[in-house]
């Protein structure tokens, strides 16, 4: 009988209180709802781009060789253990004509297997001549599908690459691995990729494969960024890096094969030609002595005969006449002067022998020579032939597929701190509330007690009332809030993630459980406290009306040329405000966290907005950045900078080495980028190295370095402390930190070239350029980039500044949606706060409304009465909330930075005029309803004695 009383007096309890019932109901609503919808929040992004991923079975490892790879690596890495698929594929970095301009995009075959596109419009190629693009190609051209383009390179076509150039659009399409609307880089146009395209594979040329795609067994049912994904991928990783030095070196032998065989047939032949002719030198030269020996027998034996005939001639001269002696001797004469002339002849001849040999041999000398000189330089282009350095790279190296894990885990940041404030003001509230109905139920309780009701039967009536309202309110919240908040995030964040066509929000029943948990815990405890009090009281001190407060001066009053300047309301609303205190304080502290809530919203768009401004206009000054290859030679290097300066567009540049390395500080460490300037170059216009808070700039030495803020905090160093430089394991060297900088993106340690080169015995191998453009207009920076990448052949690719920026910028967009969200919800909870406060103190003060309505108070004087108050109360929360917003900003900002990332600490002005405006409409808004509500109190009823 006792229970079905108590029962009987809930469910009236429930509906002459609904609107009591109500603000408990949705205060918990909105505090689940925040609670178990941001918390499930990441859980949910990640889910989505892994059904994503999954759709389109995502490679989780890629393979990439110096040398190419073969379908004899695809067969043996797919014997791997682990190995689920490899698939084999090419790509071609080309350019499209657009306009007046050419564009870069990327070219990719058609997979049948892993990486495969998803499709949005028309249909897949099937021929050599049709192709797949991505729809950016198209939202950023005007092309549409059925449209006909054509590939070519900046020199050159592609004819030894790929077999048709001309080729029909026959479909759109989106990939995986470019959820984002980054493209990457390229090493030819403007060095930047704009779009892809993707072609047959029976359209390329190339012998090789460009790289392999492999995926691993089992692993489709995990998450692709949890702990368990990475382990196994990790161990596939190492079992394909165990055999890339012996794939490597069969890869070598195979490049190498036709070309050293054709040295050794080269160097045969030339060593059998160089015998040959030596052979033939030496025979014929040999011929050559034998008939000049003949001759100069010959020359011999008719000297010996001149000689003979002039002795002749000599002896008959004394008897005979001259004349008589030549005609006797005249037959001899002309025979030995035939002789004489004929051997003359045969010298003649012999020399034009000698000669033409001799000629003849210096050309076949001259060919030799040549020859040996033609297999030296195959010999010197084959010792080029580097042994093939294998990459086995897993999804961390896809751009998105990181950024998109970085946005996810700075939700998840977020998560855990707004929610933790909407619970700490609801149980506030609830307790309130539960403290007013206890206290409007002082004489039932005491009837109760003194009936022989026990304490926890009359107490359960009471959290009956809060445990229906939680627990209804918790339900309502979890169904609400893990569809809504998730989906609105996830929405939000296709912005910058336009491809993702997932949007995975189931329910989650941890977060669920936790949640409501949480809201319970929290009403229970505020209505146990509530009841204790008038519960240990006995039942004829509680069947008494409470006695009133006694009144108290205030500290106002003691000042008197204020307080006399005061009329009789402001004085009564003064005495007001410290006479309730309870209320005082309640309203205070949830108009703070409101106030503070709606400044944290705003204040977090402030500071990650702000990041990309301070960072690239200024900190780092440079327009863009040019990265050389990695063989050019310091004469080529150092001459880079004069000739690029001859452009009228470029105002300034300078060189500067940019290594990734670790960096520590005992058993802390981080890796970071050493960024090494030219001594005593005008490396300041290109960095402004300063203190954050004092802005006071700093140089560079040469006895320390500067390091980056972020870094510092990391590896809890200070000016003055030692930092390691760890090139490698065998290349350490200790320096000093002569200043910390301020910086909000990347770690940097920057150092001068001759303290470089003190620390490791050498000069910088300088691998950047950083350039100051006259422009940074879109269109001027793309002929710029396209110029130098075609003049200059070491420029390995260009990175714009402005386009990194303009990107930063489209990703922070997203968070937008997201910081609405919460100043919404932070609005609503104001609402709910000073809705369920008001409507406490009005139904607190009823008699003394009623007083003054029956001494002829009109409604609008009587709602100003206690709208007064109110204002009053949500100025002074308000002021107590700028205070307390600025140091939930500084947490919820440090909270939500990740390792490469500092945020900015700033909160703009109107950020908190904007947050003060939100938060004194919706005073205005629930003076509206309270004058309602005041206009229906009954001056005869409310008048009643409580007895």
């Not at 918990?28 to 941001?38: D, E, H, I, Q, S």
């Not at 403007?190 to 795609?213: A, C, H, M």
């Not at 069969?250 to 094969?257: A, C, D, W």
Request: hydrophobic content about 40%; charged content about 25%.
């Amino acid at each position: 009988m006792k229970k079905k009383a108590l029962h009987k007096d809930f469910r009236i309890e429930i509906k002459k209180t609904w609107t009591r019932f109500l603000s408990i109901l949705l205060i918990v609503a909105l505090g689940v709802a925040m609670f178990a919808g941001l918390r499930a929040c990441k859980d949910d992004m990640l889910q989505s781009a892994d059904e994503y991923y999954d759709s389109t079975n995502l490679m989780d490892l890629r393979v990439i060789s110096t040398l190419g790879l073969t379908e004899d690596d695809v067969e043996a890495i797919g014997k791997l253990d682990g190995v689920s698929m490899v698939e084999g594929a090419y790509s071609k970095d080309v350019l499209l004509h657009f306009k007046d301009s050419d564009i870069v995009v990327k070219t990719y075959s058609l997979n049948d297997t892993i990486n495969k596109a998803k499709l949005i419009e028309g249909r897949f190629p099937e021929n050599n001549t049709e192709c797949l693009v991505d729809t950016l190609l198209l939202d950023n051209t005007g092309y549409k599908v059925g449209d006909t383009i054509t590939l070519s390179l900046p020199e050159g076509d592609l004819k030894d690459d790929l077999k048709e150039t001309v080729l029909t659009i026959v479909g759109s399409c989106t990939d995986s691995r470019y959820m984002a609307f980054g493209r990457g880089n390229g090493s030819i146009g403007d060095g930047k990729i704009s779009s892809f395209i993707i072609l047959p594979k029976g359209n390329y040329k190339q012998e090789v494969y460009t790289e392999l795609y492999v995926t691993v067994k089992d692993v489709m049912k995990l998450n692709s960024y949890s702990t368990e994904y990475e382990d196994r991928v990790k161990i596939v990783q190492e079992n394909i890096e165990a055999i890339t030095e012996e794939r490597g070196n069969i890869r070598y032998e195979e490049v190498t094969k036709e070309p050293r065989e054709e040295l050794e047939k080269g160097e045969q032949e030339l060593a059998k030609a160089k015998e040959d002719l030596k052979l033939k030198e030496e025979e014929t030269y040999a011929k050559i002595e034998k008939g000049n020996s003949s001759i100069e027998e010959a020359q011999t034996t008719l000297t010996a005969m001149r000689k003979e005939l002039e002795d002749k001639k000599a002896l008959l001269s004394s008897t005979y006449p001259k004349e008589a002696i030549d005609n006797m001797f005249a037959p001899e004469e002309v025979k030995l002067k035939a002789s004489e002339d004929e051997l003359k002849n045969q010298k003649f001849v012999l020399e034009e022998q000698r000669a033409k040999a001799k000629e003849q041999f210096a050309k076949a000398k001259e060919e030799i020579a040549l020859n040996e000189k033609t297999l030296q330089e195959g010999r010197d282009e084959l010792s080029k032939v580097e042994h093939p350095t294998w990459y086995v790279l897993n999804r961390d190296t896809i751009e998105s597929f990181v950024s998109y894990e970085m946005d996810a885990d700075r939700m998840d940041a977020i998560s855990k701190v707004f929610p933790a404030i909407f619970f700490f003001v609801a149980a506030l509230v609830c307790l309130t509330t539960m403290t007013r109905m206890v206290d409007e139920q002082r004489t039932q309780i005491g009837i109760l007690k003194a009936l022989g009701y026990g304490k926890m039967s009359i107490a359960g009536k009471f959290i009956k009332y809060a445990l229906f309202a939680t627990v209804s309110g918790s339900i309502i919240g979890v169904l609400i809030g893990q569809k809504i908040f998730p989906y609105v995030v996830i929405n939000a964040y296709r912005i910058m993630y336009g491809s993702l066509p997932v949007i995975a929000i189931p329910y989650r029943p941890y977060y669920a459980i936790l949640a409501g948990s949480f809201a319970v815990l929290c009403t229970m405890l505020a209505t146990f406290m509530a009841c204790m009090k008038d519960l240990k009281a006995e039942p004829a001190q509680l069947m008494r009306p409470v006695t009133p407060k006694a009144g108290r001066r205030i500290l106002l009053e003691r000042i008197g040329f204020i307080w006399n300047r005061l009329n009789f309301t402001k004085k009564s609303t003064l005495r007001n405000l410290f006479r309730y205190k309870k209320r005082f304080y309640m309203t205070t502290i949830g108009i703070a966290g409101c106030m503070a809530l709606l400044i944290v919203g705003f204040g977090i768009k402030d500071s990650i907005g702000v990041m990309s401004e301070l960072q690239y206009t200024e900190l780092f000054h440079q327009d863009a950045s040019i990265t050389l290859t990695e063989k050019i030679t310091k004469e080529k290097r150092d001459s880079l900078i004069p000739k690029i300066l001859e452009d009228d567009r470029v105002l300034d540049a300078t060189l500067i080495f940019d290594k990734s390395m670790k960096f520590s500080n005992g058993s802390l460490n981080r890796s970071a980028s050493l960024v090494v300037v030219e001594s005593g170059s005008n490396y300041n216009e290109f960095y402004t190295f300063r203190n954050r808070n004092t802005k006071t700039t700093y140089h560079l030495n040469e006895d320390g370095v500067i390091i980056t803020e972020k870094l510092a905090k990391l590896l809890s160093l200070s000016v003055g402390d030692t930092i390691t430089i760890e090139m490698d394991n065998f290349n350490k060297h200790n320096v000093a930190v002569t200043a910390i900088s301020e910086n909000y993106m990347g770690h940097y340690v920057f150092m001068t070239s001759d303290f470089y080169h003190s620390l490791y015995g050498e000069e910088p191998s300088y691998n950047q350029i950083l350039l100051i453009n006259k422009s940074s207009a879109k269109e001027f920076e793309e002929g710029l980039f396209r110029d130098l990448l075609v003049k200059y052949k070491d420029i390995m690719a260009i990175s714009s500044t402005n386009t990194f920026n303009n990107y930063i910028h489209d990703m922070l967009s997203s968070l937008d949606i997201i910081v609405y969200v919460l100043i919404i919800c932070a609005g609503m909870l104001a609402f709910i706060v000073l809705y369920n406060l008001s409507n406490i103190n009005i139904n607190e003060r009823k008699r003394e409304l009623a007083s003054l309505k029956v001494l002829g108070f009109y409604d609008g004087e009587v709602n100003s009465y206690v709208m007064k108050e109110n204002n009053l109360l949500t100025l002074i929360g308000m002021v107590f909330g700028v205070f307390l917003g600025i140091v939930l900003h500084r947490y919820i900002i440090i909270t939500c930075e990740v390792d490469m990332v500092m945020f900015g600490r700033l909160i703009k002005p109107m950020s908190l005029i904007y947050s003060a405006g939100i938060t004194m409409i919706f005073t205005l808004v629930i003076s509206l309803f309270m004058y309602f509500k005041l206009r229906k109190i009954d001056m005869i009823e409310s008048l009643k004695s409580v007895e």
